[in-house]
């Protein structure tokens, strides 16, 4: 009896588990600043959420699992690998215009990306649309973009905005 509850256990946790997703760590340069313009996070070890920017660092590295492909294209989860802690990579909601963001992982749909790859003069870039704003906000597609501060600083901005997988700002490498 005891044999048969055991096997019984382990074919319901076998069930229930989570599929293996594969992992590998990469960064994301943006197509229009390249010189080393990444997409970054969390400074300084926050593990509270906080908005996403475009920098040039060479620690600006995510650890990305994929996950099932939709419609024929790839779909992504991205964790930060230099802070961990302080989460994944969120539309946080937002509709066009707002921030993307990091916070604590939990793999909603506004925390999985459809990958377009585009070739353009010879190379494989990537541009990356929010699951969570087609599936829960009526079929928006909205993709991560780069925008210009012009403030002086390193950083420049990342946000959502209406895909468009020819904007050399919405692509990465």
Same mark, same amino acid.
């Given at each position: 009896m005891a044999a048969a509850l055991t096997a019984l256990s382990t074919a319901v946790l076998l /069930?229930? =588990?989570s599929p293996a997703k594969a992992a590998s760590v990469q960064h994301f340069e943006? =197509?229009?600043l390249r010189n080393g313009y990444m997409i970054s996070c969390c400074s300084g070890g926050s593990t509270a959420a906080s908005p996403v920017w475009l920098e040039q660092s060479a620690d600006a590295r995510w650890t990305v699992y994929s996950l099932p492909d939709v419609n024929g %294209? !790839?779909?992504? %989860?991205? #964790? +930060? =690998?230099d802070e961990p802690a302080a !989460?994944?990579?969120? +539309?946080h909601g937002n509709g066009s215009g707002g921030s993307v963001w990091v916070q604590a992982c939990n793999n909603g749909?506004?925390?999985? &990306?459809?990958v377009f790859k585009v070739s353009s003069g010879g190379q494989t870039l990537l541009v990356f649309k929010n699951r969570g704003a087609f599936t829960q906000q009526g079929g928006k597609n909205l993709c991560i973009a780069g925008k210009h501060t012009d403030d002086g600083s390193i950083r420049e901005g990342i946000y /959502? $905005? $209406?895909?468009? $997988? !020819? *904007? *050399? &700002?919405? #692509?990465?490498?």
């Amino acid at each position: 009896m005891a044999a048969a509850l055991t096997a019984l256990s382990t074919a319901v946790l076998l /069930l229930f =588990a989570s599929p293996a997703k594969a992992a590998s760590v990469q960064h994301f340069e943006n =197509a229009n600043l390249r010189n080393g313009y990444m997409i970054s996070c969390c400074s300084g070890g926050s593990t509270a959420a906080s908005p996403v920017w475009l920098e040039q660092s060479a620690d600006a590295r995510w650890t990305v699992y994929s996950l099932p492909d939709v419609n024929g %294209h !790839g779909v992504v %989860h991205m #964790q +930060s =690998a230099d802070e961990p802690a302080a !989460g994944c990579l969120d +539309s946080h909601g937002n509709g066009s215009g707002g921030s993307v963001w990091v916070q604590a992982c939990n793999n909603g749909d506004y925390q999985k &990306w459809e990958v377009f790859k585009v070739s353009s003069g010879g190379q494989t870039l990537l541009v990356f649309k929010n699951r969570g704003a087609f599936t829960q906000q009526g079929g928006k597609n909205l993709c991560i973009a780069g925008k210009h501060t012009d403030d002086g600083s390193i950083r420049e901005g990342i946000y /959502l $905005t $209406t895909c468009n $997988t !020819g *904007s *050399s &700002w919405q #692509q990465f490498f």
